[in-house]
């Protein structure tokens, strides 16, 4: 497989696009026609062929472009990538098994030979070379866990297991929708997620806890979660909103489709085995409406799933103030015909 | 939950009670590595029953050539460790999980006291294997009542911070000693029989000791049970458990879907609503809170068991 990485900036001009192919591949979230929050986890790692769930880490041809951003993320604010001393094995764990998925799935792009702890890692897509001793941190220019999500899509939390709870002691957070690794570090799962609206109530974050805890090695799991983002922007953090924030007040019924993008998250859970820690990769696929209602049937449930979501949602998501605006841009490609159940387009 | 077909390549009497099993992938493959704490699932086909026991692994957790577990028969038990003994020969092959671990380390300790009693020590065998190769700082105390049934002797090394109280030598293990001169962010680890873990918790509760830096496994062992009934409210039929049987083996062999991953009442995996109660449900499980407890609405089938007139469970 060749992947075409894509020029394009996710700030500034925003030069972001799709190719056809991404378009049919995008991880559409919604099964059916309404939405609301559930444990809705299943297993990872042998998805369809072709969707982003074929492999344990999707490479796709925004690869190059995203890893470009987060470094000028990184080089503006530091903190977006943190890791409490303890948590330095994990960060060790996360680089090993990156490194193997990335060799096994993607052998043209990247390979690692391994003698002992002398490892070599290529990288073809970024130019990377190196050779490093494995758990000795003065060979690698930053820190395990750094190294790999510079060179890796996606937020990372890395997580520490203890006392039947999950603690946020690491992560590499520059693509979020809106929360803080540096308000977060040090949180535990309930704690962390305070502010989710109805499913605390829900008891959908204990069970999900219980869940997790118990994720073995070699069987890792998966779940969707989405929100709605005004140009496809990567960095929609709190400590920037005065960039993007404002840019939602943007929208209007002439660009709706160009500039509002539907922002859906392939959030993975992954035993690490030397740490016993869990890591929790948050990849983000952006879609602007124009290019997600060329799929006749997402754009029918998009319409529904928007139009008929509990008011809570929208507000914790962010977009009740475009809400009107997008529902009636979906509601020309509702011609209220049934669905097809699943995720995935109609032959 | 994940499983490979392993051979026992080697057997080995540790004590006359307690053998150590070593298993490796038939073709050579490497096992997943782990983290000293871990245990795997052990399945055995016994007739028409499948056993399956949880053991913690007592190899080096980076070495992934084998993976080592120690076995006491336990006569009174439910029949899978005198499996182990008498039925397990070299060259057998048996499904083995992958390593899940519910007793870990905690990385931020200064230091880490380990504390065994009895077969208890299997955890912390590997627990301080990791520690050895982390260069961490650590202490291990292993009590036993006889030195001829301490099988921990042979698998801990010879070094002035691993110290074993053989309580029939008049060596009693002192816990207030143990627990009075530590520094500043140590962690304790307790393995072994219910009562040790509560004598070093109440001992280090007097001490002032921060209730996080103390961690526990007790190794259930639920003594067998008599047989009951249990109706699934789901498809109406009722279920006999045996009495060397678990709720959650009855299922099973009903082929009632249920979710599973420790077998050992720990990791809530298996947790099932009831549905009603005439009687008093034996919660044997670490799950559960104690209002979920008394008030009888949900069991742990892993390891609880009931006594009385009617169950109905969700399933
Ligand atoms: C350990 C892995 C996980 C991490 C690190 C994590 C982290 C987060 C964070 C940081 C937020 C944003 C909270 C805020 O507003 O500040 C969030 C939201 C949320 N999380 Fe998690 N989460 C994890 C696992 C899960 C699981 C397993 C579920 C299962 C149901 C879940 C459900 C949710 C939901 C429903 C939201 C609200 C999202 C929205 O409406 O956009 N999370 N999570
Ligand atoms: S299987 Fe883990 S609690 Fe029952």
Redesign the pocket.
């Known amino acids: 497989m060749t992947i075409q990485f894509n020029d394009e900036t996710f700030r500034d001009d925003y030069s972001y696009h799709n190719s056809p192919a991404a378009i049919r591949r995008f991880p559409f979230p919604f099964d059916k026609d309404d939405y609301m ?5 299943e297993p990872h790692g042998s998805g369809r062929a072709g969707s982003p769930f074929e492999n344990r880490f999707d490479v796709d041809e925004h690869y190059v472009a995203e890893m470009r951003d987060r470094e000028i993320t990184l080089k503006e604010d530091p903190l977006r990538c943190q890791s409490l001393p303890h948590m330095e094995l994990a960060g060790w764990d996360l680089l090993e098994l990156i490194m193997e998925a990335k060799s096994e799935d993607y052998p043209e792009l990247f390979s690692l030979h391994r003698d002992g702890d002398r490892w070599h890692w290529i990288n073809r897509p970024l130019g990377i070379d190196h050779k490093f001793t494995f758990l000795d941190p003065t060979t690698l220019p930053y820190g395990p866990m750094e190294y790999i999500t510079r060179q890796a899509q996606g937020d990372f ?1 890395v ?1 520490d297991q203890r006392d039947g709870n ?1 603690w ?1 002691e690491a992560g590499m957070v520059t693509s979020q ?3 803080s690794l540096d308000f ?1 570090i040090g949180m535990n ?1 309930f704690e ?2 305070a ?2 609206p109805l ?1 605390h109530e829900m008891g ?2 204990q069970r ?1 806890l219980k ?2 805890l118990a994720i073995q090695q070699d069987a890792p799991s998966r ?1 969707l ?3 709605m983002t005004v140009n496809p922007r990567l960095d929609t953090s709190p400590e920037n909103y005065h960039k993007w924030g404002p840019e939602k007040r943007t929208l209007t019924p002439e660009n709706t489709g160009e500039k509002q993008y539907l922002r859906v998250e392939l ?1 993975t ?1 992954f035993r690490l085995p030397r740490s016993n820690g ?1 890591a ?1 990769p948050i990849r983000c696929y952006l879609i602007s409406l124009q290019d997600l209602v060329t799929v006749p049937k997402w754009g029918r449930r998009l319409h529904r799933v928007i139009r008929d979501l509990p008011d809570e ?1 929208a507000e ?2 962010g977009f009740t103030v475009n809400r009107p605006l997008i529902v009636e841009y979906l509601s020309r490609f509702d011609d209220g015909k049934p669905t097809s159940p699943g995720i995935f387009p109609d032959e | 939950m994940s499983a490979q077909m392993l051979r026992v390549t080697e057997i080995e009497a540790l004590s006359p009670l307690v053998k150590r099993f070593r298993f490796e992938h038939p073709g050579g493959k490497k096992l997943p590595l782990f983290s000293g704490g871990a245990h795997v699932v052990v399945e055995m086909p016994d007739g028409d029953l499948l056993r399956r026991n949880a053991y913690s692994l007592i190899s080096d957790p980076q070495d992934g050539s084998g993976y080592e577990i120690a076995v006491r028969r336990e006569d009174g038990g439910r029949g899978g460790s005198r499996f182990m003994h008498s039925n397990v020969g070299q060259g057998d092959t048996l499904r083995i999980s992958t390593p899940l671990n519910l007793f870990s380390l905690d990385a931020r300790a200064r230091k880490h006291v380990l504390i065994a009693g009895g077969i208890g020590i299997t955890p912390i065998i590997a627990q301080m294997r990791q520690l050895l190769r982390m260069q961490d700082r650590f202490e291990i105390h292993y009590a036993a009542r006889l030195r001829s049934e301490a099988a921990g002797l042979r698998l801990l090394p010879r070094l002035p911070h691993i110290h074993s109280h053989i309580s029939d030598e008049g060596d009693r293990m002192d816990l207030g000693a143990i627990l009075d001169r530590q520094p500043i962010g140590t962690h304790v680890y307790t393995c072994g029989p219910e009562g040790l873990i509560t004598a070093v918790a109440q001992c280090a509760a007097r001490l002032g000791w921060p209730r996080g830096s103390l961690h526990s496994e007790v190794f259930l062992a639920p003594p067998p049970g008599r047989a009951f009934e249990v109706t699934l409210a789901k498809s109406g039929r009722t279920v006999t458990v045996g009495p060397h049987q678990s709720l959650l083996e009855a299922l099973e062999e009903a082929q009632v879907e249920i979710d599973w991953s420790c077998r050992g009442g720990a990791c809530g995996r298996c947790e099932t609503d009831v549905v009603s109660c005439h009687g008093r449900i034996e919660h044997n499980d670490h799950w559960l809170s104690e209002d979920e407890h008394s008030s009888q609405t949900k069991i742990m089938p892993c390891v609880s068991r009931f006594r009385g007139r009617e169950l109905i469970i969700d399933r």
């Open positions: 929050y559930a444990v809705n986890m939390a997580l999950l946020m929708a809106d929360w977060d799962f962390w997620h502010p989710v499913a959908i974050f999900a869940f997790l779940r979660n989405w929100t959030q859970f869990l929790f949602l914790y998501k």
